[in-house]
């Protein structure tokens, strides 16, 4: 079955770049569907931060698109996610996830164990 | 774009049902039948509940059910049981110039 698994640095420094891998395992991410972040800061609601296409296209946020890039690398089988000028208030357990069995673009069945990262100095 | 709007809590005791609202625009709920509901427990990644308004998926209980009509979405847990407690959103596909996605604040459901 499909399982991604969120990896990079618990900790950055405010006005760094966050940086996320999501390895996705059990299915190719060049066959189809879109793969997407989305983070929940403690003790509030998820927000969408973007996706990407199995073609490469990519969405984002309007409040957060001049900060974000999300980009994939199908020989590895990964997305990834850069946020830019983290501040504080970016602080959020981070999920990456997708809808299996068709390109959903809003609904999500599967879902990494999301990875906290903490903006501090 | 602005989040969805959900109550900040909802309660009922077991074997009760309860509804749970979610009010969009016309730029996301009202034009799009693309409405989906999550669970969340404490420390856990959200479940997906439904989609496209109305489908279950594979697993999900028949006593989750969604509706909308007009700009607000609903989910309806019937034959409430303790382990329903958790925290449920709503999220909607939305374009303006771009798509993108809009969540719902979030409903704690306490089972008294």
């Known amino acids: 079955q499909v399982q991604l698994q969120e990896s990079g640095p618990g900790l950055v420094r405010p006005s760094d770049t966050l940086s996320l891998t999501c390895s996705v395992s059990?299915?190719?991410?060049?066959?189809?569907?879109?793969w997407v972040w989305i983070r929940q800061p403690p003790g509030k609601g998820l927000e969408w931060i973007g996706s990407i296409f199995h073609s490469g296209s990519t969405h984002y946020n309007p409040s957060l698109k001049s900060r974000v890039t999300i980009s994939s690398d199908t020989s590895k089988n990964f997305f990834s996610l850069k946020l830019s000028s983290v501040t504080a208030a970016d602080t959020a357990v981070y999920y990456c996830?997708?809808?299996?069995?068709?390109?959903?673009?809003?609904?999500?069945?599967?879902w990494g164990q999301g990875t906290l990262v903490t903006v501090s100095s | 774009q602005s989040a969805l709007t959900q109550p900040a809590s909802v309660s009922g005791s077991p074997g009760q049902s309860i509804t749970i609202s979610c009010t969009g625009t016309n730029s996301d709920i009202g034009y799009y039948d693309y409405v989906s509901w999550y669970q969340q427990h404490p420390g856990k990644a959200p479940k997906l509940m439904i989609y496209d308004v109305t489908n279950r998926p594979s697993g999900v209980s028949n006593r989750f059910s969604g509706f909308k009509s007009g700009n607000t979405a609903s989910l309806t847990i019937s034959g409430l049981q303790a382990e329903d407690e958790a925290d449920y959103y709503c999220n909607s596909y939305a374009k303006t110039k771009t798509p993108y996605v809009v969540f719902g604040g979030g409903t704690k459901l306490t089972v008294l």
């Open positions: 996830a997708t809808f299996h069995g068709a390109p959903r673009f809003e609904a999500f069945d599967i």
């Open positions: 059990g299915y190719s991410i060049s066959r189809g569907y879109y």
